[in-house]
């Protein structure tokens, strides 16, 4: 029996204090375990400021949990304080950040990010070596270094950036990605590239991933198991199908009925008959009968 | 009338609206910049022409960079260089007759910016003056706009709060004092409280989690419907484009590919670009999976040549290569600027 990969034992975060020591919680009592051996896309749902990134910090040891215990391969987060000992932590566990844009310098090479990383975590020593790692890696994305050698940040688009990001997070060999709203700041058209990676790095190359995210459409696609935070608490927690197909919890009811749906709403059958066969219901007048239908309060 | 009648019928063009709000004619706008006598052209709009009616929310979707931002500034005629208009004009009509935007003086734009056009920002915490009240923020933005002694205008102020629930005690508060939902219901007051007959909303819910966007969109659609407004909506997610709009504008590249109602575009997407863009929507409950779209978005300072989209596009010919498709109306309503399609419906 080996130790689980991650372990949160009753992890709590509140910040304030001061003067009228008026404390807000952030993260209340959240308990969950992520196996070794067993890669899995774990999903972290919730409204802004139910505590999702602060969770995230506390995984990546950025932030001390104020209660409870994060093990990592049975090692207690808050034990790892010596550099040889955070340096292997980080080889472990690498983060993917919200906006690339922001993540990356905006004056400085994106391909620098790689050496640096390949020198820091693999030791490879010279351009040379570092250049194959950042290569080996790139390639794991679906880029190469032939592509982006020598390119600034606004060279390449959001879903390339974010690639390259990914691609960085890779290089030490990670067992762990903790992804902080990964793709709601890249366009539709790449947003799937972005997931379906996420989707393939879990498969073939057996990295788990931890998705924090609002977007509840991407975690039914990509997820295998899923919680449902509101204010700092997990409300509801289990296989993400099931969560999000048959939600319990009154909170969680609330997000997926919140969710819009892509598909155009449901217009009686004769209308949509009209629609399958290419004819528009109304007659094309933007002024006419469809607009009718709602206020007559024109100015 | 059968598919195949349709489909034989020529095509027609765009019937002239009773009186749009706003026409917009073959409307370019490029970035122009100078450096050491060398000129860089970035084609952010690029030759769109659309109409929009009274009474209609119209939205426009795109990806980041395809120019829906430059267009609706160029709209607005809150453009600054090195963004200039190089053609094509922009037309309002706000019951006076069609005037065109850039040949108003200083004064008369003036009077028609937020009595008649507003505008809903994207980030409202960078919209409300974070060390003003919000009481301050409403005498800047509308005060003068509805001459009306002050005390029936912060009257006006709180009835219009109310419709928005919100109660009149925000107007004391500090924008950080409000939650973002909060905030963003407050420039929505904001932009709609001199009742305005045209709305320019600019991704207004892309920065809220999904509970709050709901409702946002629903003030959004109750304040339009109420007023009469005619709405122009961005967003990139079509999921609120399926909800809010009633016709549908897909920008590519600096150019409008495809123009619909909301309804038979995601219904029956025409144009390869959106035919993916479609297809790749994830939704609860449907395991299939989805791809991504190849390649990577053109720069707009050196577009390719021909239809932009002929890079990524898997229905590519010779003819897409060098010579750019016009928009044409292929069904009725439904406009689509496409080489492949056009043969595919002729045929």
Not at chain 2, 21 to 26: A, F, T, Y
Not at chain 2, 313 to 342: K, Q, S
Request: glycine share 8%; net charge positive.
């Amino acid at each position: 029996m080996s130790l689980p990969l991650l372990e949160l034992r009753g992890i709590g975060k509140s910040y304030g204090g001061g003067w009228l020591r008026h404390r807000t919680r952030a993260v209340h009592d959240v308990s969950f375990t992520l196996e070794t051996g067993r890669p899995e896309v774990f999903a972290i749902i919730g409204e802004s400021g139910s505590g999702k990134s602060t969770l995230a910090r506390m995984i990546l040891n950025a932030t001390a949990p104020g209660e409870g215990q994060i093990l990592f391969r049975g090692r207690d987060l808050a034990t790892i304080r010596r550099a040889a000992d955070r340096r292997a932590f980080m080889q472990a566990v690498q983060p993917v950040f919200q906006n690339p844009f922001e993540a990356f310098n905006p004056l400085k090479r994106v391909d620098r990010y790689l050496y640096a990383t390949a020198h820091h975590f693999t030791g490879a020593q010279g351009r040379v070596a570092q250049e194959a790692k950042a290569d080996e890696a790139l390639h794991k994305v679906g880029l190469s270094l032939a592509e982006i050698r020598g390119r600034f940040p606004h060279e390449l688009s959001g879903g390339q950036l974010q690639r390259v990001a990914i691609a960085r997070a890779l290089i030490p060999g990670p067992a762990l990605l903790v992804a902080d709203e990964p793709v709601s700041m890249i366009d539709a058209s790449l947003r799937m590239t972005v997931v379906n990676l996420f989707r393939r790095l879990r498969d073939e190359l057996g990295v788990s991933i931890i998705y924090i995210t609002h977007d509840l459409a991407t975690a039914y696609y990509i997820s295998d198991r899923i919680i449902i935070m509101q204010r700092g608490e997990v409300v509801e927690a289990g296989d993400a199908r099931r969560v999000l197909m048959a939600p319990q919890h009154p909170y969680s009811i609330l997000l997926r009925a919140s969710v819009l749906s892509a598909d155009p709403p449901e217009a009686d059958a004769a209308e949509a008959d009209a629609a399958e066969a290419g004819v528009p219901a109304q007659p094309w007048s933007p002024a006419g009968a469809s607009l009718a239908a709602r206020s007559g309060d024109v100015p | 009338m059968t598919e195949e009648t349709m489909m034989l019928a020529p095509p027609r063009p765009t019937p002239a609206l009773p009186a749009p709000v706003l026409s917009v004619e073959k409307l370019r706008a490029y970035y122009q910049m100078r450096f050491f006598g060398v000129t860089r052209e970035v084609r952010a709009v690029d030759g769109i022409t659309l109409q929009i009616g009274r009474n209609e929310i119209y939205g426009i979707a795109g990806e980041s960079s395809s120019g829906k931002s430059s267009l609706i500034k160029t709209i607005a005629r809150a453009i600054r260089p090195p963004l200039n208009v190089v053609d094509g004009s922009v037309r309002f009509d706000f019951g006076e007759g069609p005037a065109d935007i850039y040949k108003l003086d200083p004064h008369a734009l003036a009077a028609i910016r937020w009595r008649h056009l507003s505008y809903i920002m994207q980030g409202s915490m960078n919209v409300l003056n974070p060390v003003r009240r919000i009481r301050h923020s409403f005498l800047d933005f509308a005060f003068r706009h509805m001459h009306l002694p002050m005390p029936v205008f912060l009257q006006r102020v709180e009835g219009h709060l109310a419709r928005l629930n919100l109660e009149p005690r925000v107007l004391n508060a500090y924008p950080h004092e409000l939650s973002g939902g909060m905030r963003q219901r407050v420039t929505i007051a904001l932009a709609t409280v001199c009742r305005p007959a045209f709305i320019i909303a600019d991704e207004p819910t892309t920065a809220l989690d999904v509970v709050v966007q709901k409702s946002v969109l629903t003030m959004i659609r109750g304040i339009q419907q109420e007023m009469g407004s005619s709405v122009l909506f961005v967003t990139h997610d079509m999921a609120v484009h399926a909800n809010l709009t009633d016709r549908l504008g897909i920008m590519y590249a600096g150019r409008l590919v495809e123009e619909a109602p909301t309804r038979s575009l995601l219904r029956r997407p025409l144009h390869p670009y959106t035919r993916h863009l479609v297809a790749s929507l994830p939704r609860i409950g449907d395991d299939a999976p989805k791809a991504g779209l190849n390649g990577t978005p053109p720069s707009l300072a050196k577009p390719p040549p021909g239809c932009r989209f002929h890079p990524r596009c898997p229905l590519a010919m010779d003819i897409c290569r060098t010579e750019a498709p016009p928009m044409e109306e292929l069904l009725p309503g439904h406009r689509v600027a496409c080489h492949a399609v056009r043969q595919e419906l002729a045929s």
